[in-house]
C-alpha cells in the first residue's frame, strides 16, 4: 500500500519525536481544553456542566481489516465511534485521546494517514486531540480512543429513562454499515483468489461508506436541542437495533413493540441485502456499527419530531410483562433478541 | 498457568455477559463519580475543579512478558502507572476507564486475576472503575487504561514552571524497576534453556516488586499538600530520571545540573546492577518505569522537605544557556541526554 511513496522508519523518530511529528500542528479549540497534549495529563475545565467520558479500543484483524480499510478512514471512525458514545449522552463531546500500538510494518506515512482521518473528524466535528499513547506493537495496529464532552445535568440522556408509552425513535437508516462489510468481505476473497479481478464496488458508495466512514449524530443531538426534546433514554447503535432497544428495556424495565414496516432501511441497503440473500430487517436488527441514534421520547413531543426527515418513529415502549417484540410486516409478533456482534466469538 | 484451576470459556459469556460478571462487584467510592459502568459514557461532577485526564496502552510482548508477570500483578500495575500520570500534575486521581483486548488463550480466571489486579489498586488509592470496552485480540494480550482526576486550578504543577536556582526533588529511590527487570529476563532464559532450574530471585523481592507491582505516589502529593509546597514543576519517573529532567528543562526553557552522588539508588539496586556489571547510575538515568515523582521547588521551600525522609533533592535548575548537565562523583560535567526506552527500537 506505501510502496510507492516514501518510506521513513518510525524507530527513527522513536515515541517522543512521532508524538510531537504527529501533533505538532494541533490547535485548541475548545475553551474547556486548559491544557492538551504535552503534559502528564490534560487539564480540562467544564465548570458547572458534568464531564462525560467513554472509550473504545479497536484491534486490526476483530474490528477492521487493513485489506479493505484505507488508515485514513480507519483513523475517521475510530474517532466517530467514541464521539457516537458522548452524543448518546445527549452531550457535547469536546476532547478525545488517542493511543495507537504499531508494529513495524508500518512506516510513518502509514501512522500519518491514520492521524490524518484523525485530524479531519476532530476539525469537522470541533474536538481537541489532547492526549495519548503511541508504542510499536508486537501484533498489529490497536487503537484506544477515549473521548471527553460535557452537558448539562438535566439534560443527560441515560439508557433507564424509558416510560410506559414513550415513543421509540431512530436517526437515519439501519444496515447499511453491516451489509457494506458484507460486500467488501466478499470482494476481497474474489481478489485472494484472484488478484487479477479488481474489486466491484461500483454504485455501492453509500452502504461501503457506512462501514467505512460512519459520521456520528451530532446533528441529530442539536436539532433535538433547537426543538427542544429531551429524549427519556437513549444509546447509540453500535451493535444493532434489537441488542441496543433490549439495552433500554432492561435498564429502564420496560418492554417495547417495534413494528418491522417502521424500521428505516435505505434502498441500496435493502437490495443488496436481498442479493446476499439477508433479510434487509435482520441486516437493521442485528447487523450493528450504524452508530445511529436509537432514542424514547414522550407523546407529547411528537408533534415536535414529526417533520425532522431524518428521525423515524419505529415503535413503543410498553409495560415489562409485555417483552420486547417486534411486529412484522404480515402482523406475526417476534420476541426480539440479541444476537449483535459477539466479539469473543471464535472465528 | 492456569491448567490446575478450572478454566471457563470467554466466548460463553459473551462481552456483555463479561463486563456483568467482571464488574459485578464494582462501588462507586467517589462523589465525583455520577455514573460509572453501564451507559453510553460515564458521568463525573468536578464542579469548582479542574478534570485531569491522562491515558495509557500497554502491549504484550512490548510492555510485559507474560512469563514472568502474574495477571494480578500487571492489572494492578496497569493502574499504578496512570494513577501516576494525575499525581504528577499534583491531582487527585478519581477515577479510570480499562478497555482490554485478549486472545482466545486466555480463559476466564486470567481475565478475573487480572481485574483482581485491578481492583486492589482501585480499592488502595479509592479510585472508582467507571467504564471501558472489552473485546478478544487475534494476537496477544492489550491493556489501556484512562484515569481522571481532579485539582484547584492553582494547584496544578506543569513541566514547564521551572525557574532558575529551584531545587530539583525526586520521590523514593531510582532505578530499581530496571535493574528488577535484568534479572527477571536473566531467570527467563535460564529457565528457558533448562526447565529444571527453579528462579533464583532470592531476597531480591525489593527490585523484583519495584518492576511488576510499583506504586504511584499519592503519599507524595499528600505530604506536599501537608507540609503546603507546591512544586514548581513536576513529572512522574516512567522512562527515566534523564529523559524526565530533560522535559522539565525543555518546557520551562531553563539548564540543570544534577549530583550523581545525591541520586537516590536503593542498596539493593545498586549491589545487584554491580553483578550485572551495569553502572547503578545508568539504571537510575535511563531504566525507566520507577513512577517516582520528579518535581522543582523554590529554594525557600527547602526547610519545609529537608525532614521528608522520602524526598531527595538531587541538583538545581540553571540558566538554560548552562545546559542539562550531570555532575559525577569525581566532579566531572557530564551531558545529561536522553537515552530512555524506546518503545519503537526494533527487537
Given at each position: 500500500m506505501f510502496e510507492n511513496k516514501g518510506r521513513t522508519e518510525i524507530e527513527n523518530l522513536g515515541e517522543f519525536g512521532l508524538i510531537d511529528h504527529l501533533t505538532k500542528n494541533i490547535k485548541i479549540?475548545?475553551?474547556?481544553?486548559l491544557k492538551g497534549i504535552g503534559d502528564d495529563s490534560a487539564v480540562l475545565n467544564f465548570e458547572g456542566k458534568r464531564t462525560l467520558i467513554s472509550t473504545d479500543l479497536l484491534l486490526e484483524g476483530i474490528h477492521f481489516d487493513l485489506a479493505y480499510t484505507p488508515l485514513k478512514h480507519l483513523g475517521y471512525k475510530a474517532v466517530q465511534v467514541n464521539l457516537s458514545d458522548i452524543y448518546a449522552m445527549n452531550g457535547t463531546a469536546t476532547q478525545i485521546t488517542v493511543s495507537i500500538g504499531i508494529s513495524s510494518k508500518f512506516p510513518l506515512e502509514a501512522v500519518e494517514e491514520l492521524y490524518t482521518g484523525i485530524s479531519i473528524a476532530c476539525e469537522k466535528y470541533n474536538i481537541d486531540l489532547i492526549g495519548g499513547d503511541t508504542s510499536s506493537s508486537k501484533q498489529g495496529l490497536v487503537i484506544s480512543v477515549t473521548s471527553v464532552g460535557y452537558a448539562d445535568e438535566d439534560k443527560i440522556c441515560y439508557r433507564n429513562g424509558a416510560r410506559e408509552g414513550d415513543l421509540i425513535c431512530v436517526s437515519g437508516d439501519l444496515g447499511g454499515a453491516y451489509i457494506g462489510l458484507q460486500l467488501l468481505e466478499r470482494e476481497k476473497a474474489i481478489f485472494l483468489e484472484n488478484p487479477q479481478i479488481q474489486p466491484d464496488l461500483e454504485g455501492k458508495d453509500y452502504i461501503v461508506e457506512r462501514q467505512l466512514k460512519p459520521e456520528s449524530r451530532k446533528d441529530i443531538i442539536e436539532v433535538l436541542g433547537e426543538i427542544n426534546v429531551k429524549p427519556t433514554s437513549m444509546i447509540d447503535v453500535s451493535d444493532g437495533l434489537a441488542s441496543e432497544i433490549l439495552h433500554i428495556c432492561k435498564q429502564s424495565d420496560k418492554g417495547c413493540k417495534i413494528y418491522e414496516e417502521k424500521i428505516p432501511i435505505d434502498p441500496m441497503t435493502y437490495d443488496t441485502a436481498r442479493d446476499f440473500g439477508i433479510d434487509p430487517t435482520v441486516c437493521a436488527l442485528n447487523g450493528g456499527e450504524d452508530y445511529e441514534l436509537l432514542f424514547t421520547i414522550a407523546q407529547s413531543d411528537y408533534e415536535k419530531i414529526k417533520n425532522s426527515a431524518d428521525i423515524s418513529v419505529i415503535g413503543h415502549i410498553t409495560e415489562p410483562s409485555a417483552g420486547c417484540n417486534l411486529i412484522s410486516k404480515s402482523d406475526i409478533v417476534h420476541e426480539i433478541k440479541a444476537q449483535g456482534w459477539n466479539a469473543f466469538k471464535k472465528s
Open positions: 479549540k475548545n475553551e474547556s481544553s
